[in-house]
């Protein structure tokens, strides 16, 4: 079995974004352990009764045996997998805001958010997926997080999800090109799990730096992760979306209206009538 300490880097990291791809979340053994064996050597030796002096024999030889074990499981883990790992405290988060608010520009935020080592989300993402489109936007479109595409490719709503957006908009008039697309959380989580409230709290700075530099004159805002997040709410998508709310940036109002996320609409293709009632009153407003 090859291990960790065997691999060039680029072979280890493009083995750590296949488990990543694959939801694998923790590593916790350097080698296989072939558990079923282990089942079947435990349940064979105990339908076998030994005589007493094999009994002696293997309780002298078992501390021997399992003495390995215990410092198999003691070894610290290889310095590769745990290069570059974040723990999120009060500290990342701090990092966090003095890095956005340092930023005079999307750009400046890029590189600033690119060279932020306190998110762990970081560790296992292929990129930064920043915000796209265009700089100084009438609509600001904000979803939850990276997938698999979008890490993949680096852009936000990229792949499928992004073409059922693009045919969402097109449907009331506005195009990709018009606006700004980003997500709340830059990097995607292992297998596409919700970011945790401390991955959330760390990321906010740095969303709430696009709004404001972007300065939108509309938030459009999609599904319920990002929903919760910028209206600061316990409630559910089917409470907050269709109704226009503001969310505070810097001390400025900015009109937002929620509805479902891409996603939701594959899992569930009846609320695509609720997105579209959603999507008329947002234009209404805009026109208004």
């Not at 005079?104 to 989300?121: K, Q, V």
């Not at 993402?125 to 997080?145: D, H, N, Q, T, Y």
């Not at 940036?249 to 609409?265: E, K």
Request: hydrophobic share 45%; proline share 8%; with cysteine.
């Amino acid at each position: 079995m090859t291990a960790a300490h065997d691999l060039h880097p680029e072979q280890l990291r493009s083995l750590l974004h296949f488990y990543a791809d694959a939801g694998v979340e923790w590593l916790l053994e350097e080698e296989a352990v072939d558990r079923i064996a282990e089942f079947e050597a435990m349940r064979a030796s105990r339908g076998a009764p030994q005589a007493p002096a094999q009994r002696e024999v293997a309780a002298v030889e078992q501390p021997a045996r399992q003495a390995p074990a215990r410092q198999e499981q003691q070894r610290p883990a290889p310095i590769a997998a745990m290069a570059n790992v974040a723990i999120p405290d009060s500290q990342a988060v701090a990092e966090a805001e003095f890095a956005a608010s340092s930023a005079r520009s999307l750009d400046e935020l890029r590189t600033a958010m690119e060279t932020f080592n306190g998110c762990n989300l970081k560790t296992s993402a292929r990129c930064l997926v920043f915000a796209e489109g265009k700089a100084k936007p009438s609509v600001m479109v904000i979803g939850a997080m990276p997938n698999a595409d979008d890490d993949r490719d680096g852009q936000p709503f990229s792949g499928r999800q992004g073409a059922v957006l693009d045919r969402m908009l097109a449907g009331i008039g506005l195009a990709r090109a018009d606006l700004l697309l980003t997500n709340v959380v830059p990097w995607r989580p292992p297998g596409n799990r919700p970011p945790s409230q401390r991955e959330a709290d760390i990321c906010r700075p740095f969303i709430e730096r696009q709004i404001a530099l972007a300065e939108p004159n509309h938030l459009l805002i999609l599904g319920n992760f990002a929903a919760r997040f910028l209206f600061r709410s316990n409630d559910t998508i089917h409470h907050l979306r269709g109704e226009w709310r503001e969310v505070a940036v810097s001390g400025r109002p900015v009109p937002a209206f929620a509805t479902l996320h891409p996603q939701d609409l594959a899992t569930a293709p009846i609320s695509k009538r609720l997105a579209w009632q959603d999507l008329l009153a947002f234009r209404a407003g805009l026109r208004g």
